[in-house]
């Protein structure tokens, strides 16, 4: 009987909030990585790779219909692999990418389903990422609209001049660092998309697009274990993290 009403209960649910689409952007050079010699998203993590640990988050999280795998051109085939050799049912299609993020996610959104209510946009180094904190995003866009992954800052932050010197100290109270992923009403995000293409508008995050456009964006508390592999030691510190969690390697 339990099981009956949380099956009713779920299906209440997705018709009150509707679908949620998933862009996996994976289309960058990994310049600060192994200067492009390497693709991180290859690399390995407790011996897996890090697009699949991403990906197979989002596999497993109930609330995400669909993947889209946005890449580099040349590692199309790479990527196919990995998603049939773990059985990915998920992912809808795997996308060239552009020249830049923003592009990259365009191309992305337009092969999310027409019936999907929202966009959750993620970058695929971000490998520890957890089905509680896509969750977690995707309500508050519910409630919101648009909404993102974010764990404020603690340390003290320092405004210097060109040279390195210290110009002020910066009030942290209301500061943030943002993560991925960023979850918009999927409307909301394509007039903010093709606002700023159409104004040449470039941003390094998809919170960005809606800002410019007008629109606010609830920041979600997630913690700092949300990292993103952009050097060789993230991968020791995301081994560490893993551990914490009762991971072996």
Same mark, same amino acid.
């Given at each position: 009987?339990?099981?009956?009403? @949380? +099956?009713?209960?779920?299906?209440?649910?997705?018709? &009150?909030?509707?679908? #949620?689409?998933? =862009? *996996?952007?994976?289309?960058?050079?990994?310049?600060?990585?192994?200067?492009?010699?390497?693709?991180?998203?290859?690399?390995?993590?407790?011996?897996?790779?890090?697009?699949?640990?991403?990906?197979?988050?989002?596999?497993?999280?109930?609330?995400?219909?669909?993947?889209?795998?946005?890449?580099?051109?040349?590692?199309?085939?790479?990527?196919?692999?990995?998603?049939?050799?773990?059985?990915?049912?998920?992912?809808?299609?795997?996308?060239?990418?552009?020249?830049?993020?923003?592009?990259?996610?365009?191309?992305?959104?337009?092969?999310?389903?027409?019936? @999907? +209510?929202?966009?959750?946009?993620?970058?695929?180094? &971000?490998?520890?990422? #957890?089905?509680? =904190? *896509?969750?977690?995003?995707?309500?508050?866009?519910?409630?919101?609209?648009?909404?993102?992954?974010?764990?404020?800052?603690?340390?003290?932050?320092?405004?210097?001049?060109?040279?390195?010197?210290?110009?002020?100290?910066?009030?942290?109270?209301?500061?943030?660092?943002?993560?991925?992923?960023?979850?918009?009403?999927?409307?909301?995000?394509?007039?903010?998309?093709?606002?700023?293409?159409?104004?040449?508008?470039?941003?390094?995050?998809?919170?960005?697009?809606?800002?410019?456009?007008?629109?606010?964006?609830?920041?979600?508390?997630?913690?700092?274990?949300?990292?993103?592999?952009?050097?060789?030691?993230?991968?020791?510190?995301?081994?560490?993290?893993?551990?914490?969690?009762?991971?072996?390697?």
């Amino acid at each position: 009987m339990f099981k009956i009403f @949380s +099956k009713i209960a779920g299906s209440i649910k997705d018709i &009150r909030r509707g679908k #949620t689409s998933a =862009i *996996i952007l994976c289309a960058g050079e990994s310049t600060r990585f192994s200067k492009g010699k390497e693709n991180k998203q290859m690399a390995l993590v407790n011996g897996v790779p890090v697009i699949l640990r991403t990906l197979k988050t989002f596999e497993e999280t109930d609330d995400i219909c669909e993947i889209i795998l946005v890449v580099r051109k040349e590692d199309a085939n790479s990527y196919k692999d990995i998603v049939c050799k773990n059985g990915l049912k998920k992912v809808k299609c795997i996308v060239i990418g552009g020249d830049t993020r923003q592009s990259s996610a365009l191309r992305g959104f337009k092969h999310v389903d027409e019936n @999907s +209510k929202f966009v959750a946009i993620h970058d695929g180094a &971000r490998c520890l990422v #957890t089905p509680e =904190i *896509i969750n977690k995003v995707i309500n508050e866009a519910d409630q919101h609209n648009a909404a993102a992954a974010a764990t404020r800052i603690t340390d003290t932050l320092k405004l210097a001049d060109k040279n390195g010197f210290i110009s002020k100290t910066v009030d942290r109270s209301n500061m943030w660092s943002v993560q991925t992923p960023q979850v918009f009403e999927k409307k909301l995000y394509m007039v903010s998309a093709y606002n700023a293409k159409e104004k040449g508008i470039e941003a390094t995050d998809d919170c960005m697009l809606a800002e410019a456009s007008g629109f606010k964006v609830k920041l979600v508390e997630t913690g700092k274990e949300n990292i993103k592999i952009t050097v060789k030691d993230d991968i020791i510190l995301a081994e560490q993290i893993l551990a914490s969690r009762g991971e072996e390697q």
